[in-house]
């Protein structure tokens, strides 16, 4: 009896924990990032439509993609863009949980999704710094790009 005891609890337990799920469905993981309201009191979606409606479409948006990791107690969303004469990328990721229901940036310091959550005007001039980077030969995008993080200066 003192064996099955254990047995027991560890069963009601897993039992618990899974129905309470903190992996949202995909549907509620975009909209959860969608709603999210960023620093500039406004949401991802509005901030993306804003983007696209100012750059006259050299800032075009892709659509959401959804990735689940076995291991991880959260989804990750990422948003798919095009940006100038750069193939398309996935480059803006969010985590999203549902409980309780909640999205942040993965990289909260770094990147796009940085300036994005800071509102539209800091994602705008993220947007021209990155399209102002195409037009320089590759080699030299590859040494910004490692020297970026070591720059003194935030220019947003």
């Not at 254990?6 to 709603?35: H, K």
């Not at 990791?69 to 959260?74: E, G, I, K």
């Not at 949980?97 to 940085?114: C, F, I, K, M, Q």
């Amino acid at each position: 009896m003192r064996a099955l005891a254990p047995a027991l609890l560890g069963a009601l337990v897993s039992t618990a924990a899974c129905a309470q799920p903190f992996v949202p469905s995909e549907r509620a993981a975009i909209d959860l990032v969608r709603e999210r309201r960023t620093a500039g009191f406004t949401t991802v979606a509005r901030t993306l439509a804003y983007a696209e409606r100012v750059t006259g479409g050299a800032f075009r948006f892709g659509g959401y993609r959804v990735d689940y990791r076995p291991d991880a107690p959260f989804a990750r969303v990422r948003i798919c863009y095009r940006l100038g004469i750069d193939p398309p990328t996935c480059g803006l990721e969010y985590r999203v949980a549902v409980n309780p229901p909640h999205a942040e940036p993965s990289d909260r310091y770094n990147g796009l999704t940085r300036d994005l959550e800071h509102g539209p005007r800091a994602f705008l001039r993220a947007l021209a710094r990155e399209a102002d980077l195409q037009r320089q030969p590759d080699f030299l995008r590859k040494v910004q790009a490692a020297l970026d993080p070591y720059n003194p200066y935030d220019w947003r």
